[in-house]
């Protein structure tokens, strides 16, 4: 089970960090990624990180302004994001899957969801 919470308001060029709790597995056994879905669009991929933290991915929107990361003594993988931008509101969704190979996996490739929290950046 996959608990996604720190979505918010914030103003353009703010910062934001959102958390995804899991439970139910052995954390470190699990690739983890974060999706974001703005109104009337499909879902994107925002940023994955391998089991032990020491590989990451980025979408070219979140280069250089999201940074995620993992504690896997808390369970929790965390999306820092700074430099917001309108363009950034949208539901963000953390998702699991145990037996990726690659961190840069499409959304079907994922097993396990969180409910997404909305993050809503304002001008």
């Known amino acids: 089970q996959l608990q996604a919470s720190g979505g918010g308001l914030v103003q353009v060029g703010g910062s934001l960090s959102v958390s995804c709790a899991a439970s139910?597995?052995?954390?470190?056994?699990?690739?983890m990624g974060w999706f974001r879905q703005a109104p009337g669009k499909e879902r994107e991929f925002v940023a994955s990180i391998s089991r032990g933290g020491g590989s990451t991915a980025y979408s070219d929107s979140a280069k250089g302004r999201f940074t995620i990361y993992r504690d896997n003594a808390k369970n929790t993988v965390y999306l820092q994001m700074h430099g917001l931008r309108p363009e950034d509101t949208a539901l963000y969704y953390c998702?699991?899957?145990?037996?990726?190979?690659?961190?840069?996996?499409?959304?079907?490739?994922?097993?396990?969801w969180g409910q997404g929290t909305l993050v809503t950046v304002s001008s």
């Open positions: 998702a699991a899957d145990r037996f990726l190979r690659n961190i840069w996996s499409s959304s079907s490739d994922y097993e396990y």
């Open positions: 139910g597995g052995t954390f470190r056994d699990y690739v």
